[in-house]
């Protein structure tokens, strides 16, 4: 089993940045893929980025061009650059490490984003 830490995160006004973090507890080369999910009230929980163990990252529609996901194998650290934020980017934020298909989480992040 693998523990994520998540730090980061808070509130920002509308277009401002911010950074989320997860350090693993173990090799973030091993996982088959690492990433962020988020959680709005009341909306399901839904992927926002993901870097697979090659290196190549995915995101979400909705942060495509604004989110830089990246990861430090040094430091079994992910990292979520949050850029030109937008009141629908607030929600917890969770880091996920997937192990063969079993999903391991951060402890979730609010982030808020005020117009």
């Known amino acids: 089993q693998v523990r994520l830490v998540q730090s980061g995160g808070g509130l920002v006004q509308a277009g401002g940045s911010l950074s989320l973090s997860c350090a693993a507890s173990?090799?973030?080369?091993?996982?088959?893929?690492m990433g962020w999910y988020r959680q709005a009230p009341g909306q399901q929980r839904e992927l926002v980025a993901s870097i697979i163990r090659s290196g190549v990252t995915e995101y979400a529609a909705s942060v495509k061009g604004r989110f830089i996901i990246s990861r430090d194998t040094t430091k079994n650290t992910v990292r979520l650059q949050m850029n030109s934020l937008k009141p629908e980017d607030t929600a917890v934020y969770y880091c996920?490490?997937?192990?063969?298909?079993?999903?391991?989480w951060g402890q979730g992040t609010h982030i808020v984003v005020s117009s």
């Open positions: 173990r090799g973030i080369v091993l996982a088959d893929d």
């Open positions: 996920y490490y997937n192990d063969d298909g079993r999903l391991e």
